[in-house]
């Protein structure tokens, strides 16, 4: 099982990044995706979640309206684009799997985990 986050980078706030996911070698068809997030100092965080059976996506407060997740079946590949960015968006990104389609944000639920991209929002 892989899980392979990209798109980081360093962004003026107010801009906008687009982070991927490709995911590979789950034993499952069925599957929730989520993105975490990590800033300096802090815990980690759920940001937004999908679930590959039914298309359903869930945000933390902190990102909606400014923050898409989306699916390329296809292409196994899983997107959040951020928009607006601001400076306490910043953070390294994971993404993870959870066999059990949950799209709640219990860590321990999520037995996959992609290795991180770092975004930075400053000016």
């Known amino acids: 099982v892989q899980l392979q986050a990209s798109g980081g980078g360093l962004v003026r706030p107010g801009n906008s990044l687009e982070l991927s996911c490709v995911v590979s070698?789950?034993?499952?068809?069925?599957?929730?995706i989520a993105w975490f997030r990590q800033a300096p100092g802090k815990e980690r965080e759920g940001v937004s979640s999908?679930?590959?059976?039914?298309?359903?996506?869930y945000y933390a407060d902190s990102v909606k309206g400014r923050f898409t997740i989306s699916r390329d079946a296809a292409k196994n590949t899983f997107y959040l684009q951020m928009n607006r960015l601001q400076p306490e968006d910043t953070a390294v990104y994971y993404c993870?799997?959870?066999?059990?389609?949950?799209?709640?944000?219990?860590?321990?639920?999520?037995?996959?985990w992609g290795q991180g991209t770092e975004v930075t929002v400053s000016s």
């Open positions: 993870a799997a959870d066999l059990g389609g949950r799209l709640l944000f219990q860590e321990t639920w999520y037995k996959y």
């Open positions: 070698g789950l034993p499952l068809k069925y599957y929730a």
């Open positions: 999908i679930s590959t059976t039914n298309g359903r996506t």
